[in-house]
């Protein structure tokens, strides 16, 4: 059954977010949702980068209060 | 399956700045599909060494700032580089030499000691970066 998961990294500044989420997907199942909660802002353009070369699936991002939430899904 | 772009990066520099901009290229480049090779040499190499932990000095107004800030440490970004993408971090055996270092006394995620002809050959056909 498929996970969801939240990585809160809010008040770490880049790469911090990126590595944090990637360490956590690499041990998630395939289909597992990952919730990044980041207030870098730099993170949240880098994020959806990394999730499109690498392959995996953007669920959604939405920033709200200076929170951006980025939701990936591991796809492979 | 065609091979991974390869980045080489060369860091000598013992400031904050310039070691946390190392860092940063080695690991984001390392988990985006790049096959990445560090060389540390030089002023670099001190702070690679388990102990005594030392933090390299700021440059400037911005390592100032930093100090001040969560920001992710450089050690702990090249040995996320390792662990999490497809980098090495190769310690200069000549700088070796001259600290009178061994490899037990670096950092466990670092390479073997290579010297420069090695390092050149293999970076040949790659994108080179200093810090």
Same mark, same amino acid.
């Given at each position: ?18 590595m ?41 991002s ?15 | ?12 520099s ?5 070691l &946390?901009?190392?860092?940063m ?10 096959? !990445?090779? !560090?060389?540390?040499?030089?002023? /670099? ?14 440059? *400037?107004?911005? *390592? ?7 920001? $992710? ?6 040995? &996320? ?7 090495? !971090? ?7 030499? !001259? ?9 466990p995620?670092?390479?073997? $000691? ?12 790659? &994108? /080179?970066?200093?810090?």
């Open positions: 059954m498929a996970q969801k998961q939240v990585i809160d990294v809010r008040g770490a500044f880049c790469p911090g977010p990126l944090e989420l990637i360490a956590n997907i690499k041990l998630a199942g395939v289909g597992d949702d990952l919730e990044v909660l980041s207030t870098d802002k730099g993170s949240a353009t880098d994020i959806p980068a990394w999730v499109k070369k690498v392959g995996h699936q953007l669920v959604s939405s920033e709200d209060a200076g929170v951006w939430h980025i939701v990936v899904r591991k796809a492979k | 399956m065609d091979a991974p772009p390869k980045i080489s990066i060369i860091v000598v013992g400031s904050h700045e310039r &946390q901009m190392a860092a290229v080695a690991s984001v480049a390392a988990v985006s599909g790049n096959q !990445v090779s !560090v060389f540390v040499s030089m002023n /670099a190499l001190g702070y690679f060494r388990r102990s005594p932990e030392s933090t390299p000095p700021a440059e *400037g107004e911005f *390592g100032r700032v930093m100090a001040q800030k969560k920001v $992710p440490k450089f050690k702990d970004l090249f040995a &996320q580089a390792v662990e999490l993408g497809d980098a090495k !971090v190769f310690p200069c055996s000549m700088a070796m030499d !001259v600290l009178a270092l061994k490899p037990g006394d670096l950092e995620y670092l390479a073997e $000691p290579i010297g420069l002809t090695a390092f050149l050959i293999d970076a040949a056909d790659s &994108q /080179a970066w200093t810090f």
